[in-house]
């Protein structure tokens, strides 16, 4: 994960802080001194993040951008202010467009870019070549893309044969 080098978000009429990732939370915190938003998270994970960041008031979703999006919409007034989404280079859903329906405002940063790998890490190989890896966690359809790719390149797949893969979300 890259922080985004001289970003400095502008808060000055920010009602509310969105937060669809704990990269995002991360990303934001160093960017930005700001802690005393509310910020509506999309899952848990991310909302405690963003909580342990000195975020004083943390709202979670427990799901997905969906989930987010009905959160948002119940809890805030569009006409109270922008909404600050602080994104990376690639998103999952459109939470802006979604939010606009809703007649709010939204300004979408892109604060973080996530560099897939170009190789397994020493560690992972030893542990596939010898079939000790029973889960794998995936966070995105692209790391679990990477991941795959990763592996057959590297000639491990059959390592792969006796573990389970546990997903952030269907996609």
């Known amino acids: 994960i890259r922080h985004r080098a001289g970003v400095v978000p502008r808060l000055d009429g920010v009602q509310a802080l969105l937060l669809t990732s704990a990269n995002g939370a991360r990303a934001l915190a160093a960017a930005a001194q700001e802690r005393d938003l509310p910020v509506y998270a999309v899952g848990g994970a991310t909302a405690r993040t963003a909580a342990w960041l000195g975020f004083a008031a943390v709202e979670s979703a427990a799901g997905n951008v ?64 010898t079939g000790r890896i029973d889960l794998a966690l995936f966070f995105s359809p692209r790391t679990a893309a990477a991941f795959v790719t990763l592996v057959i390149e590297a000639g491990l797949a059959s390592g792969c044969e006796r573990a389970a893969a546990y997903a952030l979300s269907p996609a």
């Open 66 to 129: 969906e989930d987010l999006t009905r959160l948002v919409a119940d809890s805030l007034d569009p006409k109270a202010g922008t909404l600050y989404h602080a994104a990376g280079t690639r998103l999952a859903g459109d939470l802006a467009g979604r939010l606009r329906e809703e007649g709010f405002t939204v300004m979408r940063e892109t604060l973080y870019e996530a560099e897939a790998a170009t190789k397994l890490p020493a560690p992972a190989k030893e542990e596939l070549k």
